[in-house]
């Protein structure tokens, strides 16, 4: 299986920018569809976006769209998450995720098999 490993979370104010990173080791990195997940305290995990294994295809949830950005680098196994225009509202921990398999790209926690630990992103007013 793949371990994943969640950072460059922190505080910012609002306006500002933070860009959040996902190493992944073991298994084969490009097979992974990856997802960006979020969680305030008592709420339930939130979709934040995805990119398909070959860095072809995106998705995002219309709250970020515009302002987020998920890229990925193979050869380094890592994705990462770039948070722009950042609003208090975006205070959250931020997860990375790994999906094998299947056509599209799932927006659903479940679909995903692997999780990284969580980075806290704290966006000041």
């Known amino acids: 299986q793949v371990q994943l490993g969640d950072s460059g979370g922190g505080l910012v104010q609002a306006g500002g920018s933070l860009r959040l990173s996902c190493a992944a080791s073991?298994?084969?990195?490009?097979?992974?569809?990856m997802g960006w997940f979020r969680q305030a305290p008592g709420k339930e995990r939130e979709f934040v976006g995805a990119?398909?294994?070959?860095?072809?295809?995106?998705n995002y949830a219309n709250s970020v769209k515009g302002r987020f950005t998920i890229s990925r680098d193979n050869a380094k196994s890592t994705v990462y998450l770039q948070m722009n225009s950042l609003t208090p509202e975006d205070t959250d921990v931020y997860y990375c995720?790994?999906?094998?398999?299947?056509?599209?790209?799932?927006?659903?926690?479940?679909?995903?098999?692997?999780w990284g630990q969580g980075t806290q992103v704290t966006v000041s007013s």
């Open positions: 990119i398909s294994w070959s860095g072809g295809s995106t």
């Open positions: 995720a790994a999906h094998l398999g299947g056509s599209s790209l799932p927006i659903i926690e479940t679909a995903y098999r692997h």
């Open positions: 073991g298994r084969t990195f490009s097979n992974y569809d």
